[in-house]
Nanobody, 124 residues
Framework: QVQLVESGGGLVQAGGSLRLSCAAS????????MGWFRQAPGKEREFVAA????????SYADSVKGRFTISRDNAKNTVYLQMNSLKPEDTAVYYC?????????????????WGQGTQVNVSS
C-alpha cells in the first residue's frame, strides 16, 4: 500500500514557476515508477510526466517538454515536478500516481495509487 500527498500548487502569473512535490508513505517507494497527471474542469485526466523507479528514464507530454522537469529522491520518498514558463493552459488539478509496473507508462489506468491532487492556477 502506498499513500501519496501532493503539495506546492497555487496561483502564479504566466511565465512563472512552481515546484510540485508528492510525498509517499511506505518502504517500497523506490520500487514504483511515478507519474504526474493533470485534469482541467470538463476534461479527462491527461499525462504530464513520468519517471522510472531509479530516475534513469523519464517521459514527458509534448505540451510540457522543455518547460517541466520530473525528478525523484528515493531517500526522501518524494517525487517532484518543476514547472517553468507556465501558461494559462497549464491550469488544472495536478495528481501524482504510483505504478508497480516495470515500464514507465503514460496511461492513467496503469497506475495503482493516486494522491488527492493539488490545484495549479496560471493567470494571463
Amino acid at each position: 500500500q502506498v499513500q501519496l500527498v501532493e503539495s506546492g500548487g497555487g496561483l502564479v502569473q504566466a511565465g512563472g514557476s512552481l515546484r510540485l512535490s508528492c510525498a509517499a508513505s511506505g518502504r517500497t517507494f523506490s520500487s514504483y515508477a511515478m507519474g504526474w497527471f493533470r485534469q482541467a474542469p470538463g476534461k479527462e485526466r491527461e499525462f504530464v510526466a513520468a519517471i522510472s523507479w531509479s530516475g534513469g528514464i523519464t517521459s514527458y507530454a509534448d505540451s510540457v517538454k522543455g518547460r517541466f522537469t520530473i525528478s525523484r529522491d528515493n531517500a526522501k520518498n518524494t517525487v517532484y515536478l518543476q514547472m517553468n514558463s507556465l501558461k494559462p493552459e497549464d491550469t488544472a488539478v495536478y495528481y501524482c500516481g504510483a505504478d508497480r509496473g516495470v515500464v514507465v507508462t503514460t496511461t492513467p489506468r496503469e497506475y495503482d495509487y493516486w494522491g488527492q491532487g493539488t490545484q495549479v492556477n496560471v493567470s494571463s
